[in-house]
């Protein structure tokens, strides 16, 4: 059973920085596309960063050049596979706020699907003005 669990919200003033961390248990593809995604109050929910299993990034207008997005060492042992899953953000803006969830999907032809299959519940980022 795959889980996903996103930690690292809070709130922060403009300009502040934020960690956010997804830890992934039971993925097992070895092809994949994991990715962070945001929805704030009466907005639909936003894409704004991927990363394949090949290491390659993408990034919405919106936060790039302020988001990074990395991930740990992916894990098999005793039948359990794990890795975790960061967001780095830097100089935050107002209108960063949101409910953040990162995602995994299976990568297929080197292609990232428009939905994704697994998701994790939210964190909540508050940035004051």
């Known amino acids: 059973q795959v889980q996903l669990v996103e930690s690292g919200g809070g709130s922060v003033q403009a300009g502040g920085s934020l960690r956010l961390s997804c830890a992934i248990s039971?993925?097992?593809?070895?092809?994949?596309?994991m990715a962070w995604f945001r929805q704030a109050p009466g907005k639909e929910r936003e894409g704004i960063a991927r990363?394949?299993?090949?290491?390659?990034?993408?990034?919405?207008?919106?936060?790039?050049g302020r988001f990074t997005i990395s991930e740990g060492r992916f894990t098999i042992s005793n039948r359990n596979a794990q890795n975790t899953l960061y967001l780095q953000m830097n100089n935050l803006k107002p209108e960063d706020t949101a409910v953040y969830y990162c995602?995994?999907?299976?990568?297929?032809?080197?292609?990232?699907?428009?939905?994704?299959?697994?998701w994790g519940p939210g964190t909540q980022v508050t940035v004051s003005s």
């Open positions: 039971g993925y097992r593809y070895s092809n994949y596309c």
């Open positions: 990363i394949h299993s090949d290491g390659t990034t993408d990034y919405a207008d919106s936060v790039k």
């Open positions: 995602a995994a999907a299976v990568e297929r032809s080197g292609y990232c699907p428009s939905e994704y299959a697994y």
